[in-house]
């Protein structure tokens, strides 16, 4: 096994990485878990490859695509959002539900007695796109070369001396029956050979947003007052807490989950089936802790996109126009906190259409006193604002109650 996952771990380039995956069984104290349908439950935890303890008694994997270490923000996951290259074709099924490819592979390998996998390592250069994979791959399962259910761009695949947990498989271990690892494609030379045209490429992947915890959860923060809390975050950022349901728990272990990024809750005992986020928020609420609601929360959304939109510099055809909105907005409210002493100060003589200084007890004309405005308003804002006498008369007349007087009732 170790040739040819080391082979597989030095497809992957610079700064990105394959994935194993195990698969295992969801037991729930001592007794294994299952569907609606009676099919077993399974949990698939990735690994990095140098943490990856390969064995030949368990379901082991590799991932088809090549995942940019970067981005596991929140722990490991082999989903879409974490790569954007794929390094594997693996077409299924060969030998039982799906017909031989004309093109021979890097590697055949047995899942179960008849039933085969063909890989195909793609040129580094060549790695193929998400979008551009997906296309030929279910072109390739329309034709008849793969399973139509296995058109995922970040696929699991078997390896040999994997386990196979189906039912009636008989735990049957992958064997690898031809490995050419000198062979290396082009997803063209691929779609040619198998004569399959590739529909239009999808390009409409999402990014995930990763929030992380800033600490400052109330509700966390109530729990570990209370002394409810019993383990740190985990890579995935759930924390150990006391389940409200524990006395109810027949392990003896008091343990739920509570993450709060998302404020969510989770028990996996058997008597906790009910214990979803939003009772346990109630619960919360009821024991005098915080009144909150489930989902991610808004002080962490907000900070996010507050970073993201700080980074976005305005152009020509986008300007920033909220922000120049702002400016303005804040320029006049200044504007107005400096016109209020001027109000205090200045009187409009209506028959001379002069200013009275209240304060030097002097009469000065309009022109000398728009100019005396300006000079302050440009000293104090740096530009100017609409003239001063349009300002005034508006705004002695209203509710800052700037003096008026007619020229026979000012004392000079």
């Known amino acids: ?182 062979r290396e494609f082009t997803l063209t030379q691929i779609v040619i050979a198998c004569g399959v045209t590739p529909g239009p490429v999808d390009t409409a992947y999402i990014r995930g947003v990763y929030l992380e915890d800033d600490g400052l959860d109330t509700v966390l923060e109530w729990l570990r007052e209370r002394g409810l809390l019993l383990d740190p975050a985990n890579g995935e950022g759930w924390y150990g807490v006391v389940c409200p349901n524990h006395a109810a728990h027949t392990t003896g272990d008091p343990s739920g989950r509570y993450n709060p990024v998302s404020r969510s809750y989770t028990c996996f005992h058997g008597h906790c089936d009910e214990w979803d986020s939003e009772r346990f928020l109630r619960w919360v609420e009821a024991e005098g802790g915080p009144k909150t609601g489930y989902g991610l929360r808004d002080d962490l959304l907000a900070k996010k996109f507050g970073d993201a939109l700080s980074k976005i510099t305005p152009t020509e055809e986008f300007p920033n126009e909220a922000a120049e909105v702002i400016q303005e907005v804040e320029r006049r409210e200044l504007g107005r906190v400096e016109k209020a002493g001027w109000y205090e100060r200045f009187a409009y003589v209506v028959d001379d259409d002069a200013y009275f200084d209240l304060v030097e007890r002097q009469e ?27 300002l005034l008369s508006i705004e002695q007349q209203g509710e800052l109650g700037a003096r008026m007087a007619a020229r026979r009732g000012v004392s000079r």
């Not at 007794?31 to 439950?41: A, C, I, N, Q, R």
């Not at 935890?45 to 090549?66: K, Q, V």
């Not at 008849?144 to 970040?154: I, K, L, S």
């Not at 005396?372 to 001063?388: D, G, M, T």
């Open 364 to 390: 000065i004309t309009r022109t000398a006193f728009n100019a005396l405005y300006r000079q302050h308003i440009v000293r104090e804002n740096s530009e100017l604002l609409p003239q001063a006498e349009q």
């Open 1 to 182: 096994m170790s040739s040819f996952t080391d082979y597989l771990t030095s497809i992957a380039p610079e700064r990105e990485t394959i994935l194993f995956v195990r698969q295992k069984p969801v037991v729930r104290n001592g007794v294994p878990l299952t569907h609606k349908d009676g099919s077993p439950k399974y949990t698939w935890i990735p690994y990095l490859p140098h943490r990856a303890r390969l064995s030949d008694e368990a379901a082991w994997y590799a991932n088809t695509g090549c995942f940019i270490a970067e981005r596991f923000k929140e722990g490991l996951s082999a989903s879409a959002a974490n790569c954007e290259m794929v390094a594997f074709m693996v077409l299924d099924d060969i030998g039982t539900k799906s017909k031989a490819p004309p093109i021979e592979p890097t590697w055949k390998l047995e899942t179960s007695p008849g039933n085969y996998q063909w890989g195909y390592t793609f040129a580094l250069d060549d790695q193929p796109t998400k979008g551009e994979f997906s296309a030929a791959i279910k072109a390739n399962a329309e034709a008849g070369f793969t399973d139509p259910g296995a058109v995922n761009p970040v696929r699991n695949f078997r390896i040999p001396d994997s386990v196979n947990l189906k039912e009636g498989r008989d735990n049957f271990k992958a064997v690898l029956t031809e490995f050419h690892p000198e």
